[in-house]
């Protein structure tokens, strides 16, 4: 753009970021500070980030977060030639802490900080041992004709209830029934307990029904503390309770299902008779008996501060909508994720700490309690406080996803994006893609392919060459997990399996057909379907955005600090950052190190230097990188002996067939991951220019292997150069 003969260079929003090799690794606090930062800038107090820096943030026009529910670093490595449209586009990426329930921790439809239970911990939990681990329907908590008799519910036939009136019309309930919160105030009378209020919440927590009901019999105590009822309420009220009888029975359909905590006292109050009943002081089963508090599992489930201390009384609607929040928590989650958020702890720690103002969550200006808001939903809650438009689509599912959902929620998001300034938008994963065989099937997968890549045979060797010498000769590039004489052949050849593809990669353009221990020899990759492909695969990963202005350099001395690594690589122009691996047990450096230079240009001068070297009788070997730090880091410290993560085992005994479902359920998640990249695709061309864009592969840490997250980042730019495609 021209005024008056100046051109004026329009500040264009983009990321930089000095992280490199173990600095890649990010929290989910960061990601939610740069996050903050990016959506609110420092009006909010929002901290700006150090790992990465947003340059001119004020000229982005929004900011989008894509959850892929499930997925982690292995879904991105073993399916890596998938996501090319991700790796060309998305230039900045970071490892990420596993994390299962991405939506309860970052949306707040949860909690986060329970105290674990261990396997056997989980099979003793009374829930479990009620309900099992898997999900159920509506109808398996509807308690049975036994257990209404056990805890004095009105039942049909009893004495004491031969007047009540009965609700149900002989429809059976099902797991499609309706869901209806129900709750009741009573005071005391010459006659007894008899109900003075009366609530009723659909599913969905709209209140229905919320009447005033006047006693038959004098008032005696109208226990305001708890009921919120006076003299004064009741005065004009004409309300009784056959009235509120008959409005119940022409309000609910015939197959309702009622739900309450500790109800049998409130059907009581009513003289009503109801067969379908959930009451949720039995849901969340404890052990001997006992019963948690509605007040206690609204907040250490919900999140909720309900009946507090400053109110008059308690409020019936309320209290409806929370029972009826419970049940459909505890349907929705299932037993198993209930038992984990172990409440039993939680309830014991409350009563030992014995003061009831430390568990009275603190009040944010609008009411709502401080802790009842994870970060992102405190983001969210933030910017709409600005009166600025925030989405959230889609979700986690236990459900498979329907084939027209992701394309629902895509098309939804293109739609709604432009008029929103921050974005959520979350994909499920079909549950089958996620269960712990195929985990760890593609576990075994990724390492096997890993070693074969890593590994060399080299030979022939005349007999009697000493394997020490050739070791010697071969940790010239780079670090050699192992070593061993093959003897399958008539000559002696060797197995070298090294740490880093660069090192393999180097062995064999430097050795195959060289002369070693007097021998001319062939070093080559193991032929199995693994490799097949190494040649693309290489070529792809030199192209990754990470391997960009990074070389690998081996042969390095023995130094005792950076510093000196910084001496010894001084002929070096332009060098900003060196990544220097160590150990993982005995920290002692490796011989050979990652350089990153500011451009491809300045790393390729570097390059050429060193090699050019080499080529007059220097130590030193260096090519073009291949290795992402992410990589590194989850190959190379996945434990404690600098090995790939421990693969998980399948069954003992595993059949063919479970393994034909596994290979079958591979192609499945492959072409899963195919349609992913697809589905990122079309909604980053589709959103408007200069936003800036997340991509977060949460992964879980719930199974017995829990790979990293991954979190990809890129800022649209519609007028710079366009981004490859498949």
Known sequence: MEVLGFRLFEKKP???????????????????????????????????PR????????????????????????????????????????RHCFSLPPLSGFTEVCVGTGVND????????????????????????????????????????????????????????????????????????????????????????????????????????????????????????????????????????????????????????????????????????????????????????????????????????????????????????????????????NLEVRCLEQSQAGDSKKHTLPKLKNGIPKQAKTPIQRLLDAWQSLSQKALLLGGQSDASPDSN???????????????????????????????????????????????????????????GSCVKALKRTFENYGHIRSIRVVTETPKPHICVQYEVLEAAQLAIENLNGAEVAGSYIKVQRP????????????????????????????????????????????FLKDLTSVFWPRDPRSRRQRNYCFLKFPTVESASVALETIQGQTARGGKLHSRAAVTPPHLHRWVCHGNQNGKCPASPQLPHGAGRQLKDQLLASEQDIKSAMKACGRWIQKLYRGLPDRTLCAILFPGTDRACVSPPGFCLLAVKDNKGPAPASH
């Open 14 to 48: 983009h990321l930089s970021t000095e992280a490199f090799g173990e600095g890649c690794e990010i929290s989910y606090n960061q990601l939610h500070e740069f996050l903050k930062y990016a959506a609110l800038g420092r009006s909010q107090n929002a901290a700006k």
């Open 51 to 90: 790992w990465c820096r947003i340059h001119h943030r004020r000229h982005l026009t929004g900011t989008v977060v894509v959850v892929l529910h499930g997925l982690s670093q292995l879904h991105f490595y073993r399916f890596y030639m998938q996501f090319k449209y991700l790796r060309k586009t998305f």
């Open 114 to 341: 329970n105290p674990s239970l261990s396997r056997e911990e989980l099979k003793k939990d009374p829930i479990i041992q009620k309900y099992g681990e898997e999900r159920r329907g509506l109808s398996s908590y509807i308690l049975t004709p036994e257990e209404r008799r056990r805890y004095n519910y009105p039942v049909e036939g009893s004495s004491d209830c031969s007047h009540f009136v009965s609700l149900c019309r002989s429809v059976p309930p099902s797991d499609d029934s309706p869901l209806f919160g129900l709750d009741c105030e009573m005071c005391l009378t010459d006659k007894g307990s008899e109900l003075t209020r009366v609530s009723v919440v659909d599913a969905s927590g709209q209140c229905i029904m919320d009447e005033l009901v006047k006693p038959s019999s004098p008032i005696q105590n109208y226990l305001t503390r708890y009921s919120g009822i006076t003299e004064k309420l009741l005065r004009s009220v004409t309300t009784r309770l056959a009235n509120v009888q008959a409005r119940l029975k022409s309000l609910l359909p015939p197959d309702a299902v009622l739900v309450g905590h500790s109800l049998n006292f409130d059907l009581r109050a009513l003289e009503v008779i109801h067969p379908n009943v959930i009451d949720t002081s039995l849901l969340f089963t404890r052990k001997g008996g006992k019963r948690f508090r509605l007040k206690f599992l609204a907040e250490a489930v919900l999140r909720k501060d309900i009946q507090r201390t400053d109110q008059e009384g308690h409020d019936p609607t309320e209290d409806a909508t929370c029972a009826l929040q419970l049940a459909q928590f505890f349907m929705n989650q299932g037993p198993r994720k209930v038992s984990e958020l």
């Open 405 to 463: 959902q992701h394309e629902q929620i895509l098309q939804r998001a293109l739609e709604e994006i432009p008029r929103s300034s921050f974005s959520i938008i979350q994909f499920p994963l079909d549950p089958q893609h996620l269960n712990p065989h195929l985990a760890a099937h593609l576990t075994a997968k990724l390492q096997t392919k890993l070693d074969e890549l890593l590994t060399v045979y080299a030979g022939p060797f005349r007999k």
């Open 527 to 570: 032929i199995t379907e693994m490799t097949l492909d190494w040649e693309t695969l290489l070529r792809e990963l030199e192209m990754d955005a990470d391997n960009e202005g990074v070389i690998y350099v081996a042969g390095l001395e023995e130094t005792d600090s950076e510093a000196d690594l910084q001496e010894q690589l001084g």
